[in-house]
DNA sequence: AGAATAAAAGACATGTTTATCTTAATTTAT
DNA sequence: ATAAATTAAGATAAACATGTCTTTTATTCT
């Protein structure tokens, strides 16, 4: 469904909502270490997510990766969306590039309730509210 | 969502369940032109197919692929199992290892109802009913 | 100013999927 | 029998995703 890159991104940002109001930031050696993931694989993707403005970043001593408030309201189908495309959320199941109400698939209507049920979800949450849940100990984002 | 090799093994096996009582076997080279596929990497998913018994083949003048009354009658669940495996049908979405209800990730009970949906999606078609739409003309298996 | 720290950038390596090509094996028709 | 047609099998290649390493740049602390 996802790519590694989404779903270590996803993970990572959930993360770093939950150190919004401690005024550290993450380095990328514990954030990797939180959401276990590999630390140079995953320093590239925040680098794509920080140059798209979805994450923040500063150099140097006690430097690292943070989000501020505005950051912490984006939804997940914006990360999705920076990483991924959009080809997830509008693609065809069987692969037509055509596919469509006039020009269907065998499975056109119903694979569009699943994949437009999938668009919802990713459209309903925010990372705060998943990193609220975090929080409270309701979820994880690691092994 | 699903592999390319999926989704021309599910647009091939239903455009042979349309020719199913002509007697005919379907030669690679028609089969790909009929589903819009790349010629020489389809005929490696049919042989894997054939190998698997979900199609059968022939060698020889007149030969090619075939699927008989029994083999229409598999869903599509069985031809993703077959190329893709389960984990689309069981995976976390965030892709954690260990997801699980004591053990959730961030969107886990939102996920798993869009995948068992899809899981119910495929398991509720079988071919030969989709190639029915097919030869009635209400969807396409090519662009 | 200099040293230490940490992200940024880009080159490099590996693995998987997708795709192609070549040769062999099998079957049918003449 | 021989030739033609067609799948089977395996080697090769290209593209993409994933993962690692090295160098550069920016920042902070002493």
């Not at 590999?38 to 925040?46: L, Q, V």
């Amino acid at each position: 469904m996802l790519s590694n890159a989404c779903k270590y991104a996803i993970r990572a940002l959930i993360y770093l909502a939950t150190r919004m109001n401690d005024g550290v930031k993450v380095s990328i050696r514990e954030l990797s270490a939180e959401i276990d993931s590999p630390e140079p694989f995953t320093a590239k993707i925040m680098q794509s997510l920080s140059k798209q403005e979805i994450i923040s970043s500063v150099k140097g001593p006690h430097g690292g990766f943070y989000i501020d408030e505005k950051q912490a309201e984006i939804r997940l189908i914006e990360i999705v969306k920076a990483i991924d495309g959009t080809q997830v959320l509008t693609g065809c199941g069987l692969g037509l590039k055509n596919c469509s109400e006039t020009h269907p698939c065998p499975i056109h209507s119903e694979f569009s309730a699943i994949r437009d049920g999938f668009s919802h979800l990713l459209n309903e949450k925010t990372i705060q509210e998943l990193a609220i849940e975090l929080i409270a100990g309701h979820s994880k984002v690691k092994n």
